[in-house]
């Protein structure tokens, strides 16, 4: 391939994008980090997870992902979540704390359960 096409194959197709992960419910540094973004003029943003589980605000964090709809995949900390959420029959968007305990006790979990008003 020649340089004239090479350079115009980068013209063509080359878009910056942004790749954000462990963001453990830190909504502070997640606005630092989106306002950076933002300056740059990045539209494409991938979040790489373990968005919301830790002890700083989780709800405002999830909720800060999905109004600038970030794509998110799950981290191993997600997933643990998830494994301690089920959702509730016939309701997609809702979700239940499952019954059974958690073995060893999660103060972590529960306080994200709680503050992503997960019952």
């Known amino acids: 391939m020649s340089s004239k096409h090479s350079t115009k194959w980068r013209e063509t197709i080359w878009q910056p994008i942004a790749i954000i992960a462990d963001i453990h419910g830190n909504i502070a540094a997640l606005d630092a980090v989106l306002h950076d973004i933002d300056a740059q003029g990045i539209t494409d943003i991938y979040n790489l997870g ?31 979540l998830e494994n301690g959420i089920t959702s509730v029959a016939d309701e997609p968007n809702q979700f239940q704390k499952r019954t059974d305990p958690i073995a060893p006790p999660n103060v972590t ?8 008003r997960v019952e």
């Open 109 to 116: 979990f529960d306080y994200v359960i709680e503050q992503l």
């Open 50 to 80: 373990d968005s919301v589980y830790g002890a700083l605000y989780p709800r405002e964090t999830a909720q800060r992902l999905m109004d600038r709809t970030i794509l998110s995949i799950r981290g191993n900390q997600d997933r643990e």
